[in-house]
Structures are given as structure tokens and as C-alpha cells.
């Protein structure tokens, strides 16, 4: 129907422990993130790279926020929290702020 259904939004950090953190976020038209996926990814192997393992990248999915907010302690409530891979903080802050800038260039740029 050619209608609108959402956006691909790609992002890139360099805040990565290993360099570069370069994802594709996936945003419906009312602002929530149906998910993340990243097209390139070089953490360190057991930790840094778990980032890209469905138990991190899912915590994106389905929330409608302004921003996301790392917990590196774990156990997080609120929807934009996101728990840290353990060991990995400087990684998982980095997917976060990746994130974050592609929330930030919705609200700004498409909304």
C-alpha cells in the first residue's frame, strides 16, 4: 500500500573496545525499536562479541524511549535499561550509545 512501516537507521561507534561498532536499528513509525543488527562487529572473542548474541541485542526490542541507559550491574526493570554483557561494559556501552544516536537522528531528523 506503499504506506510508511518504520525506518533502518545505520549507526556507527567507535567507543568499541576492539574499534569500530557499526549496526542497522530497526525503528516502526511510532519511535519503538523492533531490533538491532550489526554489520560489523570486532569485539574480543567470550566477552566483547556477546554483544552480538540475542540475549544482549533482544533488550533493544520492542521499547519505545528516548534513550537507552546501560546498567553494568545487571538486573535492570525499566524497559530502557539494558544490562551489560559481563566483562564487557566498554562494548555493551558502546552498542548503547550507537543506539542512542539513532533514536537521537529519529526524534530529530524523521519524527
Do not use: R, W
Request: with cysteine; glycine share 14%.
Amino acid at each position: 500500500s506503499d504506506a510508511t512501516v518504520g525506518y533502518v537507521i545505520s549507526v556507527s561507534s567507535g567507543d568499541g573496545y576492539d574499534g569500530t561498532i557499526t549496526l542497522s536499528v530497526g525503528i516502526d513509525t511510532a519511535g519503538t525499536v523492533l531490533g538491532i543488527s550489526f554489520t560489523e562487529l570486532h569485539e574480543t572473542a567470550g566477552m566483547g562479541m556477546l554483544c552480538g548474541e540475542d540475549a544482549f541485542k533482544s533488550q533493544f526490542n520492542g521499547v519505545n524511549t528516548d534513550a537507552f541507559v546501560l546498567n553494568k550491574a545487571g538486573g535492570s526493570t525499566a524497559d530502557n535499561e539494558i544490562d551489560s554483557v559481563s566483562g564487557a561494559s566498554t562494548s555493551s556501552g558502546a552498542v548503547v550509545n550507537a543506539v542512542n544516536t539513532a533514536l537521537a537522528f529519529y526524534a530529530a531528523s524523521i519524527k
